[in-house]
């Protein structure tokens, strides 16, 4: 994936970033850094297709994101936004996005690459441990690993996170985002937190 002078204007407001030049290859990390109001939400909303620039270009494999099937490219990627949600219904249900004919070792594996396996078990109900519409029976952490758990479900050649461990403290952090880099998990975070960046990351500022 590519970016090629990538800006994104929200209108008389101005632009949020401009000029973005990066590109992420098999089994790299990036880190998208910089101040509050920067545009890094921005960016990855950019680069998983949900919002089109303003100006340049999103390439994958070469190609313009806008001359592809968007349902074929998000097959793709998996992605943890700020704003995501759990559904009614249990944790596996969550972690497998709901499909009737769902890998139960496959939502065990991804719960254990989340490192949120050892709190499912310690429920009374485990995996069947139903949770509400804003995962209400979970911490923010654990709603946290959960969601990463659903994006990992899907095999994602490339895992978008988008301050997907803020609630997390930072020991814990760096443990699943070693986990992930060593597994050869191509991975584009967006951080507040400099100081919990794997060193194994590529810093992208934006300013």
Avoid: W
Wanted: proline share 4%; charged share 25%.
């Amino acid at each position: 994936i590519e970016a090629k002078g990538v800006a994104y204007a929200y209108g008389p407001e101005g632009f949020a970033f401009r000029g973005v030049d990066f590109s992420v290859g098999p089994g790299e990390s990036v880190a998208i850094v910089g101040p509050s109001g920067c545009g890094k939400t921005t960016l990855i909303k950019v680069l998983v297709g949900l919002l089109e620039p303003t100006e340049g270009a999103v390439l994958v494999n070469g190609r313009s994101l806008k001359d592809l099937d968007l349902s074929q490219y998000r097959r793709r990627i998996g992605a943890v936004m700020q704003d995501d949600q759990l559904f009614v219904g249990t944790i596996e249900d969550n972690i497998s996005f709901f499909d009737p004919e769902h890998d139960p070792e496959r939502v065990r594996d991804c719960a254990r690459l989340a490192m949120i396996d050892a709190d499912i078990a310690a429920m009374p109900m485990g995996y069947n441990t139903i949770v509400g519409s804003l995962g209400s029976a979970l911490s923010g952490g654990q709603k946290q690993r959960v969601l990463l758990a659903r994006a990992l479900y899907r095999r994602p050649q490339v895992l978008f996170l988008d301050e997907a461990f803020d609630q997390l403290d930072m020991a814990l952090e760096e443990k699943i985002s070693e986990g992930l880099i060593s597994r050869g998990q191509s991975i584009v975070l967006v951080s507040h937190r400099t100081e919990s960046i794997s060193t194994r990351y590529r810093l992208i500022t934006l300013e």
